[in-house]
C-alpha cells in the first residue's frame, strides 16, 4: 500500500500567482498559459483563479472579484472577502508572477504523476487483466499525461521550408522597398556588416575582462536603436538606471560624464544636458536595474515590456550575475543554465538578445593581452549557447582604441574591426559617426 500522504502543493506559491493577477492584471496573458484551475491545490484558489479569468478583458481586483464570486455562488466556498484580501497580501512582487506560477504548475504535475503511478500500483497488485495489457495501459496514462503537460514543438520539412522561403520573399519585398531586408543594426557599422545586424531568436555575447568597456558599448548599442525608433530593454545588475542615463546624457550632449556626476556644469554644459534631456524623452529606451535578477525575474520583465510598447531587443549587463536558478550546482554548470535560459528567452520572445560577460584573466597574461574564446569565464556553455560572441580589447597605448573581435557566429564571417573610444563622453566612432 502507498503510503498516505498530503499530497505536492505549495498553498502560499498559489496565493502569490493569485494576489500577483490582481494587483497587476498586466501579469494575466503572462500566467493564463501556463495554468488550468485544476492545477491548483485548494478549492478557493481553484475558484478565484477561474473567476478572475472570467472578468478578462475588465479590470480583476478585490471589489470585481467579490462581485463575480457571489454572482456564482463561489464566494463562500472561496473563503470570503476576509481570505481574499490574504490573497492580496500574498503578493511579495507582480513581477515575479510567472515564476509563482511555474512552482504551481510544478506541483500539479507531481500531483498528476502520483495518481497515475497509484493506479498503476493498485491494477498490479489486483490485476484486472493480463500483465502485459496493464504495462500498455500505464504506459498509455503516462503518455498522455506528458501530452497534456507539453505543447506540440514539431514541425515537417515541408513547414520548415515554407517558412524560409516566406523570410526569402519578405526580405526581398523589404530590400525592393528601399527598406533593410537584415537583422536589426546596431549603427556600429562595422559590426553590423560582419553580423548583418542582430537577427530575432539569437543569442549574441560580447565578452571582455573588467573596465574595458562592455557596459558602455552596449549602452552606446541600445541607445542607437533607440534612436532609431526600436524599443530596447536593459537589464542591468551592476549600475542603476540613473548611472545609465548619465551615460546616455553625455554621449547626446557631448558633455563629459564626471561634469554630470558632479554637477560642475557652465552655462554652455547646461544647455547642452538640456537640449539632450529634450531629444531623448521619446527613445523607447527602459532600464531595469534590480540589483538581484533571475532569470525568471528578466523573462517576466521582457514580456511586460513587448506587451506595453513592443520591444526589439534586450541588453543584459552581465550574464554571470544573473541569479543561478539551481544555487546547489557548481558555477559552470549555474552559468551554462543562464545562458541557455537566455538563448530559450530570445526564441520565445522573437527579438535579440545581447548578453555581456565577464572574461578571465588568462588573456593578460598573454603578450598583447588579446583574449580568446576559451577565456569566457565559468562556463565553456557560454560559447556554445551564443550565436555570436564577440571579444573586446583595449589596447595598452593612449591610442584610444577598442578593439573588436566576431570570434564566433554561426551563420556568417568571423573578422575583426577597431573603434576609437571616447570614454569621457561615452562615444563609440569618430566624432558625429556613432552614438
Same mark, same amino acid.
Request: aromatic letters at 4%; proline letters at 6%.
Given at each position: 500500500?502507498?503510503?498516505?500522504?498530503?499530497?505536492?502543493?505549495?498553498?502560499?506559491?498559489?496565493?502569490?500567482?493569485?494576489?500577483?493577477?490582481?494587483?497587476?492584471?498586466?501579469?494575466?496573458?503572462?500566467?493564463?498559459?501556463?495554468?488550468?484551475?485544476?492545477? *491548483? @491545490?485548494?478549492?478557493?484558489?481553484? /475558484?478565484? @483563479?477561474?473567476?478572475?479569468?472570467?472578468?478578462?478583458?475588465?479590470?480583476?481586483?478585490?471589489?470585481?472579484?467579490?462581485?463575480?464570486?457571489?454572482? &456564482?455562488?463561489?464566494?463562500?466556498?472561496?473563503?470570503?472577502?476576509? @481570505?481574499?484580501?490574504?490573497?492580496?497580501?500574498?503578493?511579495?512582487?507582480?513581477?515575479?508572477?510567472?515564476? @509563482?506560477?511555474?512552482?504551481?504548475?510544478?506541483?500539479?504535475?507531481?500531483?498528476?504523476?502520483?495518481?497515475?503511478?497509484?493506479?498503476?500500483?493498485?491494477?498490479?497488485?489486483?490485476?484486472?487483466?493480463?500483465?502485459?495489457?496493464?504495462?500498455?495501459?500505464?504506459?498509455?496514462?503516462?503518455?498522455?499525461?506528458?501530452?497534456?503537460?507539453?505543447?506540440?514543438?514539431?514541425?515537417?520539412?515541408?513547414?520548415?521550408?515554407?517558412?524560409?522561403?516566406?523570410?526569402?520573399?519578405?526580405?526581398?519585398?523589404?530590400?525592393?522597398?528601399?527598406?533593410?531586408? +537584415?537583422?536589426?543594426?546596431?549603427?556600429?557599422?562595422?559590426?553590423?556588416?560582419?553580423?548583418?545586424?542582430?537577427?530575432?531568436?539569437?543569442?549574441?555575447?560580447?565578452?571582455?575582462?573588467?573596465?574595458? +568597456? /562592455?557596459?558602455?558599448?552596449?549602452?552606446?548599442?541600445?541607445?542607437?536603436?533607440?534612436?532609431?525608433?526600436?524599443?530596447?530593454?536593459?537589464?542591468?545588475?551592476?549600475?542603476?538606471?540613473?548611472?545609465?542615463?548619465?551615460?546616455?546624457?553625455?554621449?547626446?550632449?557631448?558633455?563629459?560624464?564626471?561634469?554630470?556626476?558632479?554637477?560642475?556644469?557652465?552655462?554652455?554644459?547646461?544647455?547642452?544636458?538640456?537640449?539632450?534631456?529634450?531629444?531623448?524623452?521619446?527613445?523607447?529606451?527602459?532600464?531595469?536595474?534590480?540589483?538581484?535578477?533571475?532569470?525568471?525575474?528578466?523573462?517576466?520583465?521582457?514580456?511586460?515590456?513587448?506587451? &506595453?510598447?513592443?520591444?526589439?531587443?534586450? *541588453?543584459?549587463?552581465?550574464?554571470?550575475?544573473?541569479?543561478?536558478?539551481?544555487?546547489?550546482?557548481? &558555477?559552470?554548470?549555474?552559468?551554462? +543554465?543562464?545562458?541557455?535560459?537566455?538563448?530559450?528567452?530570445?526564441?520565445?520572445?522573437?527579438?535579440?538578445?545581447?548578453?555581456?560577460?565577464?572574461?578571465?584573466?588568462?588573456?593578460?597574461?598573454?603578450?598583447?593581452?588579446?583574449?580568446?574564446?576559451?577565456?569566457?569565464?565559468?562556463?565553456?556553455?557560454?560559447?556554445?549557447?551564443?550565436?555570436?560572441?564577440?571579444?573586446?580589447?583595449?589596447?595598452?597605448?593612449?591610442?584610444?582604441?577598442?578593439? *573588436?573581435?566576431?570570434?564566433?557566429?554561426?551563420? +556568417?564571417?568571423?573578422?575583426?574591426?577597431?573603434?576609437? *573610444?571616447?570614454?569621457?563622453?561615452?562615444?563609440?566612432?569618430?566624432?558625429?559617426?556613432?552614438?
Amino acid at each position: 500500500m502507498i503510503e498516505s500522504r498530503t499530497p505536492p502543493h505549495d498553498a502560499d506559491a498559489e496565493r502569490a500567482v493569485l494576489g500577483a493577477m490582481l494587483r497587476d492584471n498586466a501579469c494575466i496573458p503572462d500566467v493564463s498559459p501556463l495554468l488550468r484551475a485544476d492545477d *491548483f @491545490y485548494t478549492d478557493a484558489h481553484r /475558484k478565484v @483563479y477561474a473567476a478572475v479569468l472570467g472578468l478578462v478583458p475588465a479590470p480583476a481586483d478585490l471589489v470585481t472579484l467579490y462581485d463575480a464570486l457571489r454572482s &456564482r455562488g463561489w464566494l463562500e466556498d472561496a473563503g470570503g472577502a476576509a @481570505y481574499l484580501a490574504e490573497v492580496w497580501d500574498g503578493c511579495p512582487s507582480s513581477a515575479n508572477a510567472a515564476y @509563482y506560477a511555474g512552482i504551481v504548475r510544478e506541483h500539479s504535475v507531481l500531483r498528476s504523476l502520483a495518481r497515475v503511478a497509484a493506479e498503476v500500483l493498485r491494477d498490479a497488485h489486483a490485476p484486472p487483466g493480463p500483465a502485459l495489457e496493464l504495462v500498455a495501459a500505464a504506459e498509455r496514462s503516462f503518455a498522455a499525461l506528458s501530452e497534456r503537460r507539453s505543447s506540440d514543438t514539431t514541425t515537417t520539412l515541408a513547414e520548415a521550408v515554407d517558412a524560409v522561403l516566406a523570410r526569402v520573399e519578405a526580405a526581398e519585398a523589404a530590400r525592393q522597398a528601399g527598406a533593410d531586408p +537584415g537583422g536589426l543594426m546596431t549603427g556600429l557599422a562595422p559590426l553590423d556588416a560582419l553580423l548583418g545586424g542582430l537577427r530575432p531568436g539569437t543569442l549574441t555575447v560580447v565578452a571582455a575582462r573588467p573596465s574595458v +568597456g /562592455k557596459s558602455a558599448v552596449a549602452t552606446c548599442l541600445a541607445a542607437n536603436m533607440a534612436r532609431d525608433g526600436r524599443p530596447v530593454l536593459v537589464a542591468s545588475l551592476e549600475m542603476s538606471a540613473e548611472e545609465l542615463a548619465v551615460r546616455v546624457l553625455s554621449a547626446e550632449s557631448g558633455v563629459e560624464g564626471r561634469f554630470v556626476h558632479a554637477a560642475e556644469l557652465d552655462a554652455v554644459g547646461a544647455r547642452r544636458l538640456l537640449a539632450a534631456r529634450d531629444a531623448l524623452r521619446p527613445w523607447p529606451l527602459v532600464f531595469d536595474d534590480a540589483a538581484r535578477q533571475s532569470l525568471a525575474h528578466l523573462g517576466a520583465a521582457c514580456r511586460r515590456v513587448k506587451r &506595453r510598447s513592443g520591444l526589439a531587443c534586450v *541588453f543584459v549587463d552581465y550574464l554571470q550575475l544573473v541569479e543561478p536558478e539551481d544555487k546547489r550546482a557548481n &558555477r559552470n554548470a549555474q552559468v551554462g +543554465g543562464i545562458s541557455r535560459g537566455l538563448k530559450a528567452l530570445a526564441r520565445e520572445l522573437g527579438v535579440p538578445v545581447v548578453a555581456l560577460a565577464q572574461l578571465n584573466r588568462e588573456a593578460e597574461s598573454r603578450p598583447g593581452g588579446k583574449p580568446r574564446l576559451s577565456d569566457l569565464r565559468d562556463s565553456g556553455e557560454i560559447e556554445q549557447d551564443g550565436d555570436a560572441v564577440v571579444l573586446l580589447h583595449r589596447r595598452p597605448d593612449a591610442s584610444g582604441m577598442l578593439d *573588436f573581435e566576431v570570434a564566433k557566429q554561426r551563420n +556568417g564571417p568571423l573578422g575583426e574591426f577597431s573603434v576609437r *573610444f571616447d570614454r569621457p563622453r561615452m562615444r563609440l566612432g569618430d566624432e558625429g559617426s556613432v552614438f
